[in-house]
T-cell receptor
Framework: DAKTTQPTSMDCAEGRAANLPCNHS???????VYWYRQIHSQGPQYIIH???NNETNEMASLIITEDRKSSTLILPHATLRDTAVYYC???????????????FGQGTILTVHP | GAVVSQHPSWVICKSGTSVKIECRSL??????MFWYRQFPKQSLMLMAT?????????EQGVEKDKFLINHASLTLSTLTVTSAHPEDSSFYIC???????????FGNGTRLTVT
């Protein structure tokens, strides 16, 4: 699976939008972009995923550039409970030897402050 | 949404004993589950892929005789840490997917402390 690059840490004020960038310049055409987050001492929580179109759900929006080499996760109105490590992962969805596996990088530590 | 449950959430054991961790998919069937390990201030590392009705596939460097995985049903996979040592102390997390094109859902992890 393609590697991703994320900033080590970011800060955000409560109530403001948190924009978390991710670079995946070696992404293949059949690889999806997934975002998970991990709150301290818990298992990772699925947030959103996409292939090439922008996606939105009740938690966040995912903006993928046209060349698919980078993406941004947007939490529209960050709260203190959004403080977590956010992981951007690219993965094929079906087939291949890596099918189903998620390879986690170091992620971005997002701190939401009052 | 899909729920993955792990038990116990934490366990303390003495060096040399074995510990079993259960991972259950509560509202769906999972033919494949994944086991991860996470040391403090590090990211998750995949240990093995658990396949229902067949042998698990272990990642390079993970001892299959030390970390026994059993996936006897479509809703249960177990990880047994045999002859545990203090260096096995870690956060163990399982995950499963609902279907082929669905995201993985994770359990809340098991904190193992070996004294």
């Amino acid at each position: 699976d393609a590697k991703t690059t994320q900033p080590t840490s970011m800060d955000c004020a409560e109530g403001r939008a948190a924009n978390l960038p991710c670079n995946h310049s070696t992404i293949s055409g059949n690889e999806y972009v997934y975002w998970y987050r991990q709150i301290h001492s818990q298992g990772p929580q699925y947030i959103i995923h996409g292939l090439k179109n922008n996606e939105t759900n009740e938690m966040a929006s995912l903006i993928i550039t046209e060349d698919r080499k980078s993406s941004t996760l947007i939490l529209p109105h960050a709260t203190l409970r959004d403080t977590a490590v956010y992981y951007c992962i690219v993965r094929v969805n079906a087939g291949g030897t890596s099918y189903g596996k998620l390879t986690f990088g170091q992620g971005t530590i997002l701190t939401v402050h009052p | 949404g899909a729920v993955v449950s792990q038990h116990p959430s934490w366990v303390i054991c003495k060096s040399g004993t074995s510990v079993k961790i259960e991972c259950r998919s509560l509202d769906f069937q999972a033919t494949t589950m994944f086991w991860y390990r996470q040391f403090p201030k590090q990211s998750l590392m995949l240990m093995a892929t658990s396949n229902e009705g067949s042998k698990a596939t272990y990642e390079q460097g993970v001892e299959k005789d030390k970390f026994l995985i059993n996936h006897a049903s479509l809703t249960l996979s177990t990880l047994t840490v045999t002859s545990a040592h203090p260096e096995d102390s870690s956060f163990y997390i399982c995950s499963a997917r609902v279907g082929n094109n669905s995201p993985l859902h994770f359990g809340n992890g098991t904190r193992l402390t070996v004294t």
